[in-house]
């Protein structure tokens, strides 16, 4: 039992320095954007269970607060409720993945297409792709994996919706449960750096049309190679 805790606690410890975000309104939206983030971060993997001792000793909250942000994510599909185990990181299945795509071309590609002129708003792009090409310098792929995500919630938020934004933090975040599919992470996540820069160079020229054709290419690609590492993985069952 000791060694299969262990890595709770490792996992619960790193929490702590984000109870300071709580703040006075300790309330379950909040740990849940703080568990949503850590998901999205991959410090949490597909089928990890979380300790409600752990985390909410972690964090300073009540059990029935953390509870509560248990469940928001698992409305979220990022959590899944076992009965008499608890509560475990979801393991997304294909049909998932492939749902997840469809969003994220509907949305993404609809960001880009309406930005008009975003050359204005394009810092949050240009940070999240500075962090990903400093990540690969230092071979952290996790980090690389990290700084991805962040760019495409910074191309969605060329909308400017509150609701898209929200929307998407819990789809990429359920994204991020895919890529531990992934058995050399670097082969899969270092190429698209290159296909970001190309994105955002088409949004600095003031071509969103072009960013957009770029993206939706991208984004089947990305999709097809994750499908392909899903179906390798059944087979293997």
């Not at 703040?23 to 949490?44: K, P, Q």
């Not at 708003?121 to 792709?129: I, Q, T, V």
């Not at 929307?167 to 994204?175: K, N, S, T």
């Not at 590492?229 to 059944?234: D, Q, T």
Request: aromatic share 6%; with cysteine; net charge negative.
């Amino acid at each position: 039992m000791a060694d299969e805790d262990e890595p709770r606690l490792v996992e619960a410890a790193g929490l702590e320095e984000d109870r300071a975000l709580l703040g006075r309104t300790s309330t379950a939206e909040r740990v849940a954007s703080i568990l949503r983030d850590r998901i999205a971060e991959g410090y949490f993997t597909p089928g990890t269970r979380l300790s409600e001792e752990n985390i909410g000793g972690a964090l300073g909250v009540s059990r029935n607060t953390l509870r509560e942000a248990f469940r928001l994510l698992t409305h979220e599909r990022l959590l899944v409720h076992q009965l008499n185990r608890g509560v475990f990181v979801r393991v997304v299945t294909l049909e998932g993945l492939l749902d997840i795509y469809r969003v994220r071309k509907l949305v993404e590609c609809a960001a880009v297409r309406g930005a008009g002129d975003p050359a204005s708003r394009l810092d949050a792009l240009e940070a999240a792709l500075a962090t990903g090409e400093k990540a690969a310098r230092e071979q952290s792929w996790q980090d690389l994996s990290t700084a991805n995500i962040r760019f495409h919630q910074a191309l969605v938020a060329l909308a400017e919706s509150p609701r898209l934004d929200e929307m998407m933090r819990g789809v990429l975040a359920e994204l991020r449960l895919v890529f531990h599919v992934m058995a050399d992470p670097r082969r899969f996540h270092e190429p698209y750096l290159a296909r970001n820069r190309q994105i955002l160079a088409a949004l600095r020229a003031g071509d969103t049309a072009q960013a957009e054709r770029m993206l939706a290419v991208y984004l089947d690609d990305s999709r097809a190679q994750l499908s392909e590492a899903y179906s390798r993985k059944v087979a293997e069952m």
